[in-house]
């Protein structure tokens, strides 16, 4: 049974730094893509950045990126995001996702709550 | 970015059918994806490329639908089917999702 369990959230203040952390089992984690998909209360959802299976590519929304990393460690089969510059808009439940081939999500994490607030 | 427009909510009786549509501001090919996501809940995937079953979903949801209009069909409708309905293009860059559809089961 594919698994992702995120952890790292919760609250931090704007322009402070949070990493996230999704641990994947169930599947050869090495074999794919994985990203992070974010909802932010209420709201619909959002991508905010892709890796490949090898970690040699990373892709990024506009919004995030020189902010985000998206890093992956395939021997623990653990994907990360490291948020940097976090402002109140990056409020949000972050999903973990597998990433099959044409850039679907077809697995998700139970999520975790980012909340950055003074 | 790509522009995904869903009508906001629908209610259904059970054993009725229900079609959700979406509509693209651009073409997207096939490279249409739909979600459920109850609440306090993470979505599922549903459809992928317009009208390919994801892996245990029941065959009562089907997908249609090339280059800017698509239907998710839900025949017939289930009580545990209240939800709310997502679809999303990975055609263009960046992949983006539509604001949803709530479904409602009278």
């Known amino acids: 049974e594919v698994q992702l369990v995120e952890s790292g959230g919760g609250l931090v203040q704007p322009g ?98 980012v909340t950055v607030s003074s | 970015d790509t522009v995904l427009t869903q009508s906001p909510a629908l209610a259904v009786s059970p054993g009725e059918r229900v079609s959700i549509s979406c509509r693209a501001s651009e073409g997207v090919n096939s490279y249409m994806h739909w979600y459920q996501q109850k609440p306090g809940q993470q979505p599922k995937l549903l459809i992928y490329k317009a009208s390919n079953l994801a892996s245990g979903v029941p065959a009562r949801f089907s997908g249609s639908g090339s280059g800017t209009d698509f239907t998710l069909t839900i025949d017939p409708v289930e009580a545990d089917d209240t939800a709310t309905y997502f679809c999303q293009q990975s055609w263009n860059d960046p992949n983006t999702f539509g604001a949803g559809t709530k479904l409602e089961l009278k």
Do not use: H
Not at chain 1, 20 to 43: H, I
């Open chain 1, 16 to 113: 402070r730094s949070m990493k996230l952390s999704c641990a994947a089992s169930g599947f050869t984690f090495s074999n794919y893509g994985m990203a992070w998909v974010r909802q932010a209360p209420t709201k619909g959802l959002e991508w905010v950045a892709t890796i490949s299976y090898d970690g040699s590519s990373t892709y990024y929304r506009d919004s995030v990126k020189g902010r985000f990393t998206i890093s992956r460690d395939n021997a623990k089969s653990t994907l990360y995001l490291q948020m940097n510059s976090l402002r109140s808009e990056d409020t949000a439940t972050y999903y973990c996702t597998r990433v099959p081939g044409s850039l679907y999500f077809d697995y998700w994490g139970q999520g975790v709550m």
